[in-house]
């Protein structure tokens, strides 16, 4: 039979979350209990008989603890096969005990770590010896051994040993799963400590990636597709796999792109920003001093494109903002920001015709803009792995390469429009007039073809804006046409074999054009 029935238990957790609960049901179906120190403590606190591991190995704990499980008469009550007549007999002969169940939980080592005045000597305490070899012992017998490695995976077990009196062999191979998940997780987090402790450079020549599955979805990007978002393991920070959704359908993978795309453009500025983004690219973006007047200015940026857009904001979305994105002839699919005023949820969940199905997603303070790591699988094989780009720009080491050169307030015009290109897929050009982004280019194969379509988004807007360009001109073709249309001033890196005819068509038409020395390319 795949069930086996439980005997005996052996407890030694960390984390005693519903532990008093899986010992009184255990012990209400006749399972003995051994424990070590902290946890037997813990149990008989709560009048619940237990035994003492160490009276029963005939060894103490030792050294605060370091030594308290490693003994044969544990791993061999752990690890005996029950259909083995030798490896029974062995524990008869040298009175044995077989352990049917053990729970166990790691020391919380990454909790430790992730203190900011924790020392090297404490992290190195938190690190688990007999713990993770009790897990894998059980994980490795789990033909007749069940290991619990997370209290949510009590009931569960309790369940079976209520109703069956022990475990399913369905059930065990699912938890020792977890458990070798679990053990290999941890040693990721102590292997990465020392890494970093150890000034370990950037991109070691092993990277483990430990991911935890937060969702199923409803489907990829296309229904056909089969999808799932997973978090991962120990990352802090705002962001959509902490943030909380106070209203709306489930979130759809495509809205999971977008949102965080709409939340990195957002986050990225100082002062009150809105994103509007449709299919992964900003059709509109603006900031201002209000985070009401950057909304109305960043959504006025692609009207047509911005219908059923989603919003990133990086204030708190307060009674104007909601009142604004609330008015006919909107539709807003998600909005993710810092946090909603209580009216402003009022409003935008009863007002407007999509109140039932918006998303609002609230991620909290925002923080300091980090650096990170991006990964991008290829054919499912391998990984791209690089640093994102997010280092701030250096307006002080620009150059203007024109004989005119732009007055304080176009260059402010020109900072907020190369901020804004690095989040566009190349090639990418923005179009930008009073710190809102009124035309895009994106993703096209030709920069001349970028050019175009940004300044017919532009429409009439393009008189007095300036342009942005996420790599060189090539050519003076693009100069021209820009200049022709309205344009009054370009940013762009430099760095093509003919900037020198690229600044003569700016300077044949008066066009102040700053070199950046930095591209920002987004493919």
Not at 389 to 410: G, R
């Amino acid at each position: 039979m795949s069930t086996v029935p439980v005997r005996r238990a052996l407890l030694s957790v960390s984390d005693k979350t519903g532990l008093t609960e899986l010992a009184r049901g255990l012990t209400a179906r006749g399972v003995e209990l051994y424990s070590t120190g902290g946890t037997r403590r813990h149990l008989e606190e709560a009048d619940i008989a237990v035994q003492d591991i160490a009276e029963y190995t005939g060894f103490p704990e030792m050294m605060d603890g370091r030594v308290k499980t490693l003994h044969p008469k544990v791993f061999a009550g752990i690890l005996c096969r029950h259909d083995r007549s030798d490896d029974m007999e062995a524990l008869e002969e040298h009175s044995i005990l077989s352990f049917e169940l053990v729970v166990v939980n790691l020391y919380p080592f990454e909790q430790t770590i992730a203190r900011p005045d924790v020392t090297r000597s404490e992290a190195i305490e938190q690190i688990d010896i007999g713990g993770p070899s009790l897990v894998r012992a059980a994980a490795k017998n789990h033909a007749f051994t069940a290991i619990l490695t997370s209290p949510d995976q009590y009931s569960a077990v309790l369940a079976e040993v209520e109703q069956e009196g022990g475990t399913s062999l369905a059930l065990r191979e699912q938890l020792a799963a977890a458990a070798f998940s679990s053990t290999a997780a941890y040693d990721r987090a102590i292997a990465a400590y020392f890494n970093e402790e150890g000034g370990e450079a950037k991109f070691p020549d092993q990277m483990t990636l430990q991911l935890e599955r937060q969702a199923e979805l409803r489907y990829g990007e296309n229904p056909h597709q089969a999808a799932a978002v997973y978090q991962v393991r120990g990352a802090t920070g705002a962001s959509l796999m902490t943030a909380q959704q106070l209203n709306g359908k489930e979130l759809s993978y495509n809205n999971l792109l977008d949102l965080d795309s709409a939340l990195q453009i957002a986050r990225s500025f100082d002062q009150p920003a809105v994103s509007v983004i449709k299919h992964n690219n900003p059709c509109g973006a603006a900031v201002a001093e209000s985070i009401s007047d950057a909304t109305a200015k960043a959504m006025a940026g692609d009207p047509l494109s911005a219908f059923g857009s989603v919003l990133g904001l990086n204030r708190e979305v307060d009674d104007a903002t909601a009142e604004l994105l609330s008015e006919p002839g909107l539709f807003v699919e998600a909005i993710v920001a810092p946090g909603f005023s209580t009216s402003a949820i009022e409003i935008l969940t009863t007002k407007p015709k999509w109140k039932k199905n918006v998303r609002l997603m609230e991620v909290g303070d925002l923080g300091e803009l980090s650096a990170e790591l991006q990964l991008r699988y290829l054919g499912g094989q391998g990984l791209l792995v690089q640093e994102s780009d997010s280092a701030p720009d250096q307006p002080d080491q620009w150059e203007v390469v024109t004989e005119v050169k732009p007055d304080d307030a176009m260059l402010a015009e020109l900072q907020f429009a190369w901020q804004i290109v690095r989040h566009i897929k190349s090639n990418a050009i923005a179009v930008c007039q009073d710190r809102a982004l009124v035309g895009a280019g994106a993703g096209q194969m030709s920069r001349v073809d970028s050019v175009e379509i940004a300044i017919r988004k532009a429409g009439e807007r393009v008189q007095g804006a300036v342009l942005s360009s996420d790599a060189f001109f090539p050519f003076p073709d693009s100069i021209i046409q820009a200049a022709d249309a309205g344009v009054v001033a370009i940013i762009q890196p430099g760095g093509s074999r003919r900037d020198d005819e690229v600044i003569e068509a700016c300077n044949q038409r008066q066009l102040p054009m700053v070199f950046t020395g930095r591209r920002h390319f987004k493919h």
